[in-house]
C-alpha cells in the first residue's frame, strides 16, 4: 500500500545527502517534498502540515551527531511524527463483560463480514470461545457468508434468517452465549450505502440495547481520504471505540491510514489484507511508521512466525535432520507453516530493505503450486526415499502433478542441495540453525 509514499519520502531524504548539518535552507526543501508526498498518499492537507511543521521544527537546531548524518536524524525525526500520528501506542481490544460484545459496524463492501471471521480467528487463538452472530438482516448472502467462515475457522455462528428484527436477534444471541458459555460474541451488522437515518438508528439501537465492550468501525482503505469522512460521520453518531482497516493489500495511497487517528481522534486497532482467515495483525503505530520509510518491520514477522510454529514439529523436525533423515513429506509440512503466516510480499516487505527491493516483483502465493502439485504426485515411499526417483517415476510424477520433467529435477536438485547444507551444517555442530535453510523462497 505505501510503496509509492516510502519511494518519494525515501527521495525527500535525498535532498540531505552529503550535507554536514541541518539548516533552515536544506531542511526548508526536505520538509516541502515531505509534505507533498504526504498529500500525494491523500493525507489531509491540514494533518499533512501539521505533521511537517512537527518535523521542521524538531529537526531545527538539532546538534547531528558525528556518527549519523543530517539525513538519518530526519529519517528519525519522520518515524516518530509518523508513529505521533497513527496513535503512538498500540491499543488492545477491551474484553469485558460475561459474555464480552464486539459490535462490527461500517459500510456495505467495506469487509465487514469477513473480517468478523478473522476476528473469531484471531480471539479463538488466545483460547477464547467466541460466537458468531448474524445480524446483517438485508444482504442476502451475508448469513451464509458468515457461516462459511464460521465453519473454516471452527467458531459456532447465531442466526436466525427469518427474523428481520436485528435487535431481536443479537439479544437472542446474547442469551444463547450465556447458556453455552461463549466468553466473546462477535455481532456482525448490515453495511449500507451510505449514511442514511434508518440504517443509523438501527446501530444506534444495536449499541444501546447490547452495551458492547468493544464498538469498531470497518474502514476499506482502498477509499483514501472519502474512508476518513465517513469515519468522522459514524463516529459523530455512534461515538465508536475504535477503527478496522481493511484491504491493507490494495494498491492505493494509504492516506486513510495515516491520517484517521488525527480526524476521528479514536485508535486503530486492526489492520488486514486478503481473504485468509489468519490475515489479521494489530496495529502498531511505530511498526507501521517504520515499513513507511522502508526500515522492516521485524517484531511483526517473527510474530507472525511464532503464532504459526509448532515446538513439537519443530523438535521432531530437528532431530530428524540430525540424522539426516529429512524427507519430501517434512518439506511438505514447512511449507503450510509459511503459507499460514499470510501474504508473501508482505512478509518480505517486512524483512529490512526488502519493501524496496521487491516493490515492482509479482509475488503470486500460489507460486507454491507446483512444488506441492509434485510432491503430492509422490507416493509414501518416494517422499520418504527420493534417491528411488528414476527416469520413468519421475515421468509419471511430471505428468500427475501437471509439470514439467524439468521442473521435477529442479525441484529434486534443490532438495537434495539442502539436505546436503543439513548434512555439512550437523558436522559442525549447527543442527539447530539447519532450520534456516527451510526457506522455499530461493529459486
Known amino acids: 500500500m505505501f510503496d509509492s509514499l516510502s519511494l518519494k519520502l525515501e527521495k525527500a531524504f535525498q535532498t540531505l545527502k552529503g550535507q554536514g548539518r541541518i539548516t533552515e535552507i536544506n531542511i526548508a526543501t526536505t520538509v516541502k517534498e515531505i509534505r507533498k508526498a504526504l498529500i500525494d498518499a491523500d493525507v489531509n492537507y491540514k494533518v499533512a502540515k501539521e505533521v511537517t511543521d512537527e518535523i521542521r521544527e524538531k529537526a531545527l537546531g538539532q ?65 477464547r470461545q467466541v460466537l458468531l452472530t448474524a445480524c446483517d438482516i438485508y444482504r442476502p448472502a451475508a ?16 442466526a436466525e434468517p427469518e427474523n428481520k428484527d436485528a435487535v431481536k436477534i443479537a439479544k437472542a444471541a446474547l442469551e444463547h452465549a450465556k447458556k453455552n458459555n461463549h466468553r466473546v460474541v462477535i455481532v456482525d451488522t448490515a453495511g449500507r450505502l451510505a449514511v442514511d437515518e434508518e440504517m443509523m438508528n438501527e446501530i444506534a439501537k444495536l449499541k444501546e440495547a447490547l452495551k458492547p465492550a468493544e464498538t469498531l468501525f470497518v474502514v476499506d482503505s482502498m477509499t483514501g481520504q472519502d474512508a476518513v469522512n465517513t469515519a468522522k460521520a459514524f463516529n459523530d453518531r455512534l461515538n465508536f471505540n475504535g477503527v478496522v482497516l481493511t484491504k491493507m493489500d490494495g494498491d492505493t495511497r494509504g492516506g486513510a491510514a495515516l491520517s484517521i487517528r488525527r480526524v476521528v481522534e479514536k485508535p486503530i486497532k486492526f489492520i488486514s489484507s486478503g481473504e485468509k482467515m489468519e490475515a489479521i495483525d494489530r496495529f502498531y503505530p511505530d511498526r507501521m511508521a517504520s515499513r513507511i520509510l522502508g526500515m522492516g518491520d521485524v517484531v511483526s514477522l517473527v510474530e507472525k512466525a511464532q503464532q504459526t510454529f509448532d515446538e513439537e514439529e519443530a523438535r521432531r523436525l530437528n532431530a530428524k535432520m540430525r540424522k539426516n533423515q529429512f524427507d519430501f513429506n517434512d518439506f511438505l509440512s514447512q511449507l503450510d507453516q509459511i503459507k499460514k503466516m ?50 520413468s517415476r519421475k515421468n509419471r510424477i511430471a505428468k500427475g502433478s501437471g509439470t514439467t520433467i524439468q521442473q521435477v529435477n529442479q525441484l529434486l536438485k534443490q532438495f537434495e542441495d539442502m539436505r546436503k547444507m543439513m548434512k555439512t551444517m550437523n558436522k559442525m555442530g549447527g543442527g539447530k540453525r539447519a532450520l534456516s535453510a527451510l526457506n522455499p523462497f530461493g529459486r
Do not use: H
Open 143 to 158: 448469513i451464509d457468508q458468515l457461516k462459511v467462515l464460521g465453519e473454516q475457522v471452527g467458531v459456532e455462528v447465531y
Open 63 to 127: 546538534n547531528v551527531l558525528t556518527s549519523i548524518s543530517p539525513g538519518q536524524l530526519l529519517t528519525k525525526i519522520t518515524s516518530d511524527e509518523l508513529t505521533l500520528l497513527m496513535g503512538g501506542e498500540s491499543e488492545d481490544l477491551k474484553i469485558e463483560g460475561n459474555p464480552a460484545i464486539i459490535l462490527i459496524a461500517g459500510l456495505q463492501g467495506s469487509g465487514k463480514t469477513t473480517f468478523s471471521g478473522k476476528l473469531a480467528n484471531y480471539l479463538k487463538r488466545q483460547g
Open 342 to 391: 499470510g501474504n508473501m510480499k508482505d512478509l518480505l516487505g517486512m524483512i529490512p530493505g526488502m519493501g524496496k527491493a521487491i516493490k515492482d516483483v509479482d509475488i503470486d502465493d500460489n507460486s507454491f503450486k507446483p512444488i506441492e502439485a509434485i510432491i503430492r504426485s509422490m507416493t509414501l515411499d518416494e517422499r520418504q526415499n527420493p534417491d528411488k526417483l528414476n527416469s
